[in-house]
């Protein structure tokens, strides 16, 4: 499997190479030069296969001989370990939960399939492999448990001290083994600026063989994309056309769906469904992309002010607004439109439902209005759980933490503290190395 950069389409890197670098040194996000078709057949016949079948489907055509069948499958086997399920919430509208793994987002998805597939790649090198990660909460979580125990890896998580929720910080903080937390006296972006001088620190690269766990990664995309086809196995039954509509921050879920129809998957349409960071609703309208500086909001996985996929989504449109907009609408929220819809949710389906999720059944149910034809699935992003506060404080009742997260809150907190100087950083990397 060749990819591309999406600065330039000259500048190549094998499926390896891409993995474990994540980001091309022109600073582009990696593409794959063929995405090649699944056999409609085996897109008729979906329902006989099982999710872990569609996602080897889905991998043996895309690596294209690159990874054995058999690595495949036991790559897949470590990583596609729990369900996608569309819950339906009445005749048409579907909730395609996705917060079945263990830190209760999609990102398990993503994070678990890297993992593995960065350790099979890593599979007789002889020097540990370090994956520096800066968090705001979410995405450490979901690698922090994607790495857990997976050996020849270890990972350094740096979160911005008091800028996480308690929970958050508990995934980060408590898992032991090969994950180590640093807890920096900082920001997020802090945080970031440390781990970019680490990556380019001779001294840091001399003993150590550091990768980063960088949400562009295409190993975090490619499994994103099998949920689709599972979810569309689900949906079929109902003989209408199939609508997804996917709540966005980074377009990352967004993007994976395009690739899964890329491949074959008959989507009728997408709906790109944000907050009031509408970045991409707007361009979808106007084909004018304006990145903004992002505002917070009740649904904070989304708040991004230029979305990092967006220069994917745009190749895999080659670069045409108007084919763009034919396949994708824009539909964008604000905080008290999404509280209303948690509600109405609630009230109607007596379905919990997170903000993300919320805003994603928003878009849907006013598309269905217009499109009788269609069934669809909104993606629900996140469990409830992960967003307490706001689902209690909207819906007024308690919201249920599922036992594999309650289970963290009574472990100690294990972090290592740091000032947010890399002259410290460093120190404590070559003190440990
Ligand atoms: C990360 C995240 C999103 C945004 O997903 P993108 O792929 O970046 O668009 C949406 N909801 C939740 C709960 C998330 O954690």
């Known amino acids: 499997m060749i990819l591309y950069s999406t600065n330039n389409p000259n500048l190549k890197a094998d499926l390896k190479t891409a993995v474990l670098k994540s980001l091309a040194d022109d600073k582009g996000l990696y593409m794959p030069e063929i995405i090649p078709q699944l056999d409609p057949t085996f897109i008729d016949n979906i329902e006989q ?53 263990p830190s209760l ?138 609508v997804f509509s996917v709540p966005s921050g980074n377009f990352g879920n967004l993007t994976a769906g395009l690739l899964a129809v890329k491949m074959g998957l008959p989507v009728h ?66 905080d008290e439109e999404t509280r209303e819809e948690m509600k109405l949710i609630f009230d109607t389906n007596k379905y919990v439902s997170d903000p993300h999720g919320a805003i994603g059944h928003r878009a849907l149910r006013t598309y269905l209005q217009d499109h009788p034809d269609c069934v669809g699935a909104f993606l629900e992003t996140a469990h409830p759980a992960k967003f307490e506060d706001v689902v209690s404080d909207t819906l007024g009742i308690p919201v249920e933490i599922p036992e594999r997260l309650a289970i963290l809150a009574s472990r100690d907190k294990v972090a290592t503290q740091l000032s947010p100087i890399y002259a410290d950083f460093k120190k404590y990397l070559l003190e440990r190395s």
């Open 105 to 242: 987002a999609f990102k398990d998805f993503g994070a678990r399939f890297m993992a593995a597939l960065m350790s099979y790649f890593h599979k007789g090198d002889t020097k540990k492999l370090t994956i520096l990660v800066a968090t705001s909460g979410d995405t450490g979580g979901a690698v922090a448990f994607g790495f857990l125990g997976v050996p020849g890896v270890e990972v350094i998580i740096l979160y911005p001290k008091g800028n996480v929720s308690l929970l958050q910080e508990k995934q980060l903080t408590t898992l032991g083994q090969n994950i180590s937390a640093i807890e920096v006296d900082g920001t997020f972006d802090d945080c970031q600026a440390l781990v970019k001088e680490a990556f380019l620190d001779d001294d840091l690269n001399a003993v150590y063989k550091l990768s980063s766990a960088n949400s562009i990664n295409i190993s975090r995309l490619i499994p994103q994309s099998f949920y689709y086809f599972e979810a569309y196995k689900q949906l079929k039954k109902y003989g209408k056309k199939v």
């Open 269 to 334: 349409h997408f709906l790109a469904a944000t907050n009031i960071n509408k970045i991409v609703p707007d361009y979808l309208t106007s084909g004018q992309y304006q990145p903004l500086p992002s505002i917070p909001t009740i649904s904070n996985a989304m708040d991004v002010g230029n979305p990092s996929n967006f220069a994917r989504m745009l190749d895999l449109f080659g670069k045409d607004w108007s084919a763009m907009a034919s396949k994708i609408s824009g539909y964008y929220y604000t």
């Open 49 to 101: 296969y099982s999710f872990q079948e569609i996602a080897f489907e889905v991998c043996h055509k895309l690596f294209q001989g690159f990874i054995p069948d058999e690595d495949i499958k036991d790559i897949i086997s470590k990583s596609i370990t729990f369900e996608a399920p569309v819950v339906m919430l009445d005749e048409k509208i579907g909730s395609l939960e996705l917060w079945h793994g």
